[in-house]
C-alpha cells in the first residue's frame, strides 16, 4: 500500500521499485533503486527529495532520510532503520556514494557527500559516522564513535570506542 505513491512527484526518477507500505516514496529524480520493506525509502518530511540512483535498501524504516535528502548512488542498506535513523532522533541527512550498512542501526548519520566507501556490519556499527570515508566497521557498535575518521579498521564488538575523527585506526 502506498509504495512510491508520491515518487518522482516533480523529477525525472523512473525504474525504481517499491515494496511494503511507503516503501520508495523518496525517490524524486532517482533511478534503479529497489526499496522493501515498511517506510523504506521514505521521506521524514512527507515530501520526495532522493536523488540517488542505483541503490538497495531491504528493511523497515531503511533510507529514511531527511528534508536534505538522499543524494549517493550504489548505496546499500540491510536491516532495521539501516541508513534511516539512530534510536535517538537523528535522522540521515545525505549520504555520500557506495556506502554499505548491514544491520540494525549501520551508518544512520551520514551526513555528507564526502562521506563515501565506508562500509558497517553489525547492529549500530558506524552509527555517529557523519562524514567519515573509506571506514569498515565489523562487528556491534564497531567504529560507533567515529564521526569524521577515514581509513579506519575496527573489528569486534565495540571496536574504536572513544575514537572520533582518528585517521588509520586498526
Known amino acids: 500500500y502506498n509504495a512510491g505513491s508520491t515518487s518522482t512527484a516533480a523529477g525525472a526518477g523512473g525504474s525504481n521499485i517499491g515494496i511494503g507500505y511507503g516503501a520508495g516514496t523518496i525517490v524524486y529524480s532517482g533511478v534503479y533503486n529497489v526499496y522493501i520493506g515498511h517506510n523504506s525509502g521514505t521521506p521524514n518530511s512527507g515530501t520526495p527529495v532522493g536523488s540517488g540512483s542505483y541503490c538497495t535498501f531491504i528493511g523497515g524504516d531503511t533510507a529514511y532520510v531527511n528534508n536534505a535528502g538522499d543524494s549517493g548512488n550504489y548505496n546499500t542498506g540491510i536491516g532495521y532503520a539501516s541508513f534511516g535513523y539512530d534510536g535517538s532522533g537523528n535522522v540521515l541527512e545525505k549520504p555520500g556514494p557506495k556506502n554499505t550498512g548491514v544491520g540494525?542501526?549501520?551508518l544512520p548519520r551520514l551526513s555528507s557527500s564526502a562521506a563515501t566507501f565506508n562500509t558497517a556490519v553489525g547492529?549500530?556499527?558506524?552509527q555517529a559516522n557523519t562524514s567519515g570515508n573509506r571506514n569498515t566497521f565489523i562487528g556491534a557498535s564497531a567504529g560507533n564513535d567515529i564521526t569524521t575518521g577515514t581509513y579506519n579498521l575496527m573489528l569486534g564488538y565495540n571496536?574504536?570506542?572513544?575514537?572520533?575523527?582518528?585517521?588509520?585506526?586498526?
Open 123 to 126: 547492529s549500530n556499527a558506524g
Open 104 to 106: 540494525a542501526y549501520t
Open 159 to 170: 571496536a574504536g570506542d572513544g575514537i572520533d575523527t582518528g585517521v588509520n585506526n586498526t
